[in-house]
Nanobody, 121 residues
Framework: QVQLVESGGGLVQAGGSLRLTCAAS????????MGWYRQAPGKQRELVAA???????NYADSVKGRFTISRDNAKNTAYLQANSLKPEDTGVYYC???????????????WGQGTQVTVSS
């Protein structure tokens, strides 16, 4: 059974930092793009950052210069280093990955269950 599990969320004061981890497990052949999204109460889920298997990254304008996405392909794991956190960064953070389970099989997007990040002012 393939699953993505996020960890590292919590309560932090404004200006603080957190490091989120997304670990993919199961019978996985390869992972292409991995991404972090967040959803604040009453708002739509939005892209925070994404990274390809080759290391190309893109970020939401609101987190550029503060957040860094990275991955360890050998461990099927992605990370999100979030620095200089602001109250508006509060939300549930989800990771996803575009996974291929076998050679010549199509790629499907899998989601984790999310981890709560709360930034107090």
């Amino acid at each position: 059974q393939v699953q993505l599990v996020e960890s590292g969320g919590g309560l932090v004061q404004a200006g603080g930092s957190l490091r989120l981890t997304c670990a993919a497990s199961g019978n996985i052949f390869s992972i292409d793009r991995m991404g972090w999204y967040r959803q604040a109460p009453g708002k739509q889920r939005e892209l925070v950052a994404a990274i390809t298997s080759g290391g190309s990254t893109n970020y939401a304008d609101s987190v550029k210069g503060r957040f860094t996405i990275s991955r360890d392909n050998a461990k099927n794991t992605a990370y999100l280093q979030a620095n200089s956190l602001k109250p508006e960064d509060t939300g549930v953070y989800y990771c996803n990955g575009d996974l291929k389970l076998a050679y010549k099989e199509p790629t499907f997007r899998y989601w984790g269950q999310g981890t709560q990040v709360t930034v107090s002012s």
